[in-house]
């Protein structure tokens, strides 16, 4: 069974940067791929940044060029490199990876205040 466990989340300031990390076990192979969604309180998941085992990677809309995401594919790991953070990119962050199905981390907390 793949288990994805997200680290990284905290409390930063608005025009502050943090660094979400998310690392993959119970699979020999790497994922297809991975990334971020995130949910605010009373709003739905949305996409943050997903990338495939082919390099391509997909941004938010609000996020893109603010936000980075890369993976290091031997290790099933991706990163979140968070910068210009807003309140409103406060919410809880999920990994998400997929392989035939897809997985959820169980997320964690970014906050940022004003």
């Known amino acids: 069974q793949v288990q994805l466990a997200e680290s990284g989340g905290g409390l930063v300031q608005a025009g502050g940067s943090l660094r979400l990390s998310c690392v993959a076990s119970?699979?020999?192979?790497?994922?297809?791929?991975m990334g971020w969604y995130r949910q605010a309180p009373g709003k739905q998941r949305e996409l943050v940044a997903m990338?495939?085992?082919?390099?391509?990677?997909t941004y938010g809309e609000s996020v893109k060029g603010r936000f980075i995401i890369s993976r290091e594919y031997m290790k099933n790991t991706v990163t979140l490199q968070m910068n210009s953070l807003k309140p409103e990119d406060t919410g809880v962050y999920y990994c998400?990876?997929?392989?035939?199905?897809?997985?959820w981390g169980q997320g964690t907390q970014v906050t940022v205040s004003s």
């Open positions: 990338t495939t085992s082919d390099g391509e990677s």
């Open positions: 119970g699979t020999i192979f790497s994922l297809n791929a």
């Open positions: 998400r990876g997929t392989r035939g199905t897809g997985y």
